[in-house]
Each structure stands twice: as structure tokens, then as C-alpha cells.
């Protein structure tokens, strides 16, 4: 054994050359400072420290695994002790640094102990870690300690805490602790857009580091071509850096299916989160959460609630989740069952059931609680918001001033998503106040995009704003109380019905039955307004068109004036047969209570909040 270990230790440097360096040169195989240099060195000082009784045991321990018998160490605690097994050295006398107590701090971090948390990182960086009486590493401390304060969204105490660190950072040229801590002075000097992201990047900077100024400017109200540019930086630190890592890289995608979801681009955001959901596992990071959060958002939004809670409820999301992860996850459990009940009106199932048992909201981050000019970052969504009760109240004067805030506001920060929304709220009140043909254009200016189905709410209330749109600008703008020609008005009519048609499609799949039922409605009347707008071009054309020489094409034209009213009153019959429907569904689906499914879910929620309590600290 003891030729073996020497032999081994001959292809290891005994020494590092004069500047430090793992040298490799002569008959030397394996580089000193390698993982596998240092696991050769561990073995030929483990084997030289054993006593004589120890060397018996791992010769005998040797052979048994030769011969295909039980060999193990099988220690006791006393055989490390006393010089029983190991000839004990100055070294092994001293209190060496110990990883349970960073140990009990993270898993103290996933169950929501804060006090145990902060105690146990103390007791980690309170341990010797050099011989030295100073260890070097209380800024290491106070960076953790500002890392958590943040994480909890209290930024005055990480901003601190962060300043502390910088300070006995730069007293001990630890230049890579200042550049970290410099990161997380987080309080924004002033609540301008773009205030709050740097110009430059300095060396050394870690991607992650970079990457998280962009949820920065997100929440402070910057626009998206400032977290874009911030977004390349990061790449382009992770590609100057030799340590990038692979929760770098994932992360970077995941920031990228945020961003072009904000921008209104679907297909690449999906094409984002694909990527993140294929090559990440349960339990890796934010970035997988963050990613089936968003899937399950886009498919809530397309009406499809059951995909919605089969991705969500999927043990491989909530694997693994911290405290933190679980109120975000449970949040959207429950709002992909609210908005779904919301849509289709029932008032009873969200009274009695889903307000009760809604998830307490996270604590509001100090820099929005306390400054009530720090700008939201969906102030565009509050705006429209306000702008759907005003119009719904028939304030059609004061949503206005609230649906132009929203169009600034998406278009200064590149949120084309709420922009298009904006655009159809001024369509329709530009409805209310004559401008009719003013609100189609600037409808038909975002149609293609409205088109492409990628929110089809939006798409399903722009076709049926656009619709209302062509029916007003067809009567007589010079005097709007003068009927326009019943040519003209039976083509406004046609042009509007397919637009009709989609928005009837989109609220069937979505669910909404109340505003399905408005377009059903005027489906109808649009339908009988053509058919009297047949027969009065034929009555019309019976006084001006009829001559000997015309009479046999009146015939025909006629007859085919007339099939054409038949079928438009046949279709306006249909439509108010499909209303009686649609109404039944509606008056029942909206006095429908939880079901042992819905129950089952919640149950589920809760019970992943209490195994996650259960945590160890």
C-alpha cells in the first residue's frame, strides 16, 4: 500500500513554481492545483496520517473488496478521535469552518424564518477561517445579509446593509465584493423613467448581476429599449466571462420571454419559455417558475383554464419551491380559477369560495409603499382600467384623459400589448362622440397585429368595436339623423358582419357569455337591417329601374334581392334562437357553485404551503 500511494503521488508537483503557478512539466501527469491533483493529494496524506491500526483495517477493507465480500469504513465516532484510526495533527486540533450552519440559513430562507436565517448566517461567518484573528469576510456577511433584505422586497435595509459591505470592501481591496455591493444599493434616487439603469458596465461584472436591472427598470417605469440594451450587456458579460454559468444563460431567456410579452411579440416569448421549460428541471431556480407562470397565464387569458391548472398543478412546478416561489405559485393558482369565474359572472363562486380562500398578497416593497410618486410598472394597466369603469358609467369625457395617459405611457415604454388595448378603448369612444370613421382608422392602424389571435379578449373586443365602428360611419356625417342610401347601408352591414363573426367565435372559446350576448344582439339587428335594406332597394328599384327594356334584368335581380332578404331574415331568426341559448347557459354557468374538482385544487394548495413548512431548518 505504501509503494502504491507513493507511486501515485509522483505524477503531482510537490510544489507550485516561484509566481504561485501549478507547474506541469517533466514527468508530472496531472497538474497540482486539477481536481484530480487535489484528490491524489487528499488520498497520500489521508493514508500517511492513518496509525498503525488504521492501516491494518484499510488493507483488510482492501482485500475483502477484492474478493468480492462486504468492505466499508464502518467508523464510529470515537475512532476519529483519540489517535484510534488517525494519527491527529496541529491541523485536525483546530476548529475548522463548518457549511451546516449556511445550511440551516437556506433552508431557514425557504420556509420563511427570517429571525433563524439571519442568526445562522451570522454563526457561518463567525467562524475562524483563517488563523489569522481577522477573517476578511464580514463583508461577504453583510452582502448576503443585503441579498435577503432584498429578495423580501425590504430595500431600505439590503441598501443599508449594502453600504456597510461596500465600505469594509474597499478597506480590504476587495474590489469583486465593492462591484457586487454597488449592485445592491437599490433605492432609486428619483422616480424619472431611465434613472435607475446604468450606462456602463463595469469589468468583472457578473451576467446575473446585470441581468437583474432589468426587472429593476421594469418596476421603476423604464421602457423596454433600456432593459433590451441592459439585456445584451448581460450577454455580453457572460461571453467576456470565463465563470458564466448555466443558471446565467436560462435566466437570460426567461428575461427574454418577459420582455417580448410586454412587447406584444408572443411567438418569440413562447419560443423563450420552451427553452427554459425543455432544459431546466423542477426545483433549479426562478427561471422555470417564472416560465411555466407565464404559459399558464397566456393559456388563462385564451381561455384555457384546465391547461392553465395542469401545467400549474404539475408536481414538477412546485417541486422544490422556497416559501417565496410558493406565494407566487399559489397566486396563480388562484387567480387562473378567479378570472375564469370573473369572466363568466359567477358571483356566487367568487363571494362564497375564492375570496375566502385567496392567497394573502406578499408585503408591498418599501420604495412603492413609501414614495407615492415612484412610477408602477403597469401604470398603462391601472389607466385602462379606470378608463373600463368610466366608460361602463357612461363618463365618456373623464375615460378619455385616463385611455390618453395609457397611450403615452405603452408607447414611451414599448408595451404594444397595452397600447393596442388603449387604441380600441379611444375607438369606441370615439364612437360616443361622432367620430366613427376617426376611431376605424386608428383601429385598422393595429389590425394585423390584433389579428394574429395572441390575445384573443383584445382580439375578440377590437372586432367588435371595429365592427360598430363601419355601421356608424355609414350614415350621413353631414347630418347624422339622415339615413344614408339603403346601397350604402347594406354594404356597411356586410362589411361589418365578419368582424362580428370572430368576435362571436373568440367570447364562445374565452367564455365570456355576457359580452358574447351583445354581439349575438347585433348580429341580429344587423342581419334585419339588411334584409330591409333589400327590400327597400327593391321597392326603390321597382320606381326608378323598371322600363320595357329592363324589365327581364330587374326580373332576375329582383328575385335575387329577394333570396338575399330571406336568407338575412332566416340568419336574424337563428340569432335570436342562438341569444335564447346563449342566455340559458349564461343564467346557469353564473349560478354555478364549487365542484369537488375546483376544491380538490385549493386542497392541493394548501397542502403544498404545509409540506413546505415542514421543512427542517
Known sequence: MSQFFADVIAFVPERDDEAGRSVLAGNYAVERRSYFGLFIRRCYLSFFKLSWRGSIKLL????????????????RPTDRDGGLLLVPTISDEQNQAQM?????????????????????????????????DESGLTQHALLNLARLHYSLGEFQAAGSAAEEALKLARNANDALTALHCNKHRLIPASSSPGSNISATVKPNTAPLEVLFEVAKG?????????????????IGCGDASYADSTEAKWARH??????????????????????????TEAGDDDSRLNALRAKARRMVRQGNCGGALMVLMDPETWRGLTLRQYGLWSSDVWKALFETAKRRRQESLISDVLIPRRPPHPPLPQALAHRMDFPHKHNEVVAEKIARRLMDDKEYAQALTHILDALWSSEYRGTWTYHRLAVVQLAEVSIEFGMAARGRRIIEGCLPQILNGDDIEIRAYACHTLARCIIAESWSQDDPRAKPPPAKQVAALEEAIPFLQVADTDYNQIGVYTERLHVIYTLSVVYHNIALGVQAMVA??????????????????????????????????????????????????????????????????????????????
Open 60 to 75: 483488510a477493507d482492501y482485500k475483502n473488496w477484492v474478493e468480492g465480500k462486504d468492505a466499508g469504513y464502518n467508523l
Open 100 to 132: 451546516d450552519p449556511y445550511e440551516r440559513y437556506e433552508n431557514a430562507v425557504k420556509i420563511g424564518d427570517i429571525h433563524s436565517a439571519i442568526e445562522n448566517l451570522r454563526r457561518f461567518f463567525d467562524q475562524q477561517f483563517s488563523l489569522t
Open 218 to 234: 421594469i418596476v421603476t417605469g423604464d421602457s423596454l429599449r433600456a432593459a433590451f440594451r441592459k439585456l445584451y450587456q448581460s
Open 254 to 279: 426567461a428575461v427574454q420571454a418577459t420582455l417580448w410579452t410586454y412587447a406584444g411579440v408572443e411567438s418569440l416569448a413562447q419560443t423563450h419559455e420552451n427553452i427554459v421549460i425543455t432544459f
Open 540 to 617: 326603390e328599384g321597382e320606381e326608378t329601374m323598371v322600363t320595357p327594356d329592363t324589365s327581364v334584368e330587374w326580373a332576375a335581380d329582383r328575385a335575387a334581392f329577394e333570396a338575399k332578404a330571406k336568407q338575412m331574415t332566416n340568419e336574424r331568426d337563428r340569432m335570436a334562437e342562438m341569444y335564447m341559448e346563449v342566455d340559458k347557459m349564461r343564467k346557469e354557468v353564473s349560478s354555478m357553485g364549487a365542484d369537488e374538482e375546483l376544491k380538490a385544487v385549493l386542497d392541493t394548495v394548501v397542502k403544498v404551503g404545509a409540506a413546505i413548512n415542514r421543512v427542517p431548518p
